[in-house]
């Protein structure tokens, strides 16, 4: 387990002290995927460098396996780093070498013999679906094959713990799904636990167990994916799972509604049978769908209708098909536009 106990990291630069992580407290159970979302600057890069003390905490106490980091002699370090992998968003590997002498990089650097490193690496390889690639260099891959490169060279040491920062930031939305369902295959039958940092709501949808919203160095809300989904509780959760770009709802002057379908009601006509059954006329701001952990989740946004009554009508229909409703309002200021 990974456990961070009131966590402070405080930067020095020229306008003052910056607070990327703020009194942070964290569990990250074995086995899992763990994401820490979050929009730019919020800290959850900084957070996950502490993870592996790349970043050395000012406050609090970073333990994983009961063993405390911050605390720990440099050779413990040293044997507790090897047990973490970490791949990143630019690739971070050597152009004057080529894939395999990459992946061997860790292994060289512990003491592990060329022909026993060679070995490893054509395993992993055969893992990450590059085996004809052993002698390319960087230059000659495309943005998915360096990243599978760099989750070879991560595994490497044989991590217990994968650290993830923005490791799909910079690939198309195709290649993003493949770099994750490889991850999840590592996850299931390596038993790697893996923690994936991101600003993106899909790629937690796609692939975490469990998620932490972060914004101002601040742990807002953590729990699995569904319930940030269906009940987000944080300005910033709320902002992520009902992006005004991604919902088509651009910069609405209405209050609306959203309805959150789950499971079965994903497929059945509950709006439909709400339109014909109550007869309303709804107007429809936007809608989207994702799979979260094999399940398919969907939401819809309408607009609120002005007659209470019919709010009434709305919430006691869909309520008794067994679907969430929730009221979203729309501030006086962007009302007023």
Request: hydrophobic share 40%.
């Amino acid at each position: 387990m990974i456990r961070l106990e009131n966590v402070s990291k405080i930067f020095e630069t020229k306008e003052g002290k910056v607070t990327a992580a703020d009194h942070v407290d964290l569990e990250i159970n074995d086995g899992e995927i763990f994401g820490i979302i979050g929009f730019s600057g919020a800290g959850k890069s900084t957070l996950v460098r502490c993870i592996n003390l790349l970043e050395k905490p000012e406050e609090g106490r970073v333990l994983i396996d009961d063993l405390d980091l911050t605390n720990a002699s440099e050779k413990e370090l040293r044997q507790a780093r090897r047990s973490i992998g970490m791949i990143f968003q630019q690739f971070n590997l050597l152009s004057q070498r080529n894939v395999i002498a990459n992946i061997c990089y860790p292994l060289e650097i512990a003491g592990i013999d060329k022909k026993t490193a060679a070995e490893k690496a054509r395993k992993l390889l055969k893992i990450v679906d590059l085996e004809e690639k052993e002698k390319a260099y960087p230059s000659q891959l495309s943005g998915g094959q360096k990243q599978r490169v760099a989750i070879a060279r991560a595994l490497a040491t044989d991590p217990k713990v994968l650290l993830c920062d923005e490791a799909t930031s910079a690939l198309d939305p195709l290649t993003t799904r493949n770099i994750l369902q490889l991850l999840k295959k590592i996850n299931r039958e390596m038993g790697v636990t893996v923690v994936i940092i991101t600003h993106e709501m899909r790629v937690v949808e796609q692939i975490c167990d469990r998620v932490a919203v972060m914004s101002n160095g601040v742990v807002e809300e953590t729990g699995t994916v569904e319930e940030i989904f269906r009940d987000p509780k944080s300005d910033t959760a709320k902002k992520l799972v009902i992006p005004e770009q991604a919902s088509g709802v651009r910069n609405p002057t209405r209050d609306f509604i959203r309805i959150i379908f789950d499971g079965q009601s994903s497929y059945e006509p509950v709006f439909s049978e709400l339109i014909l059954k109550e007869n309303l006329r709804l107007n429809i701001l936007g809608a989207g769908t994702e799979d979260i952990g094999g399940n398919a989740y969907g939401q819809l946004l309408i607009e609120r209708p002005e007659d209470e009554k019919d709010v009434l009508r709305i919430r006691e229909f869909l309520g008794s098909r067994g679907v969430d409703v929730e009221e979203v309002a729309i501030d006086t200021e962007r009302r007023e536009r």
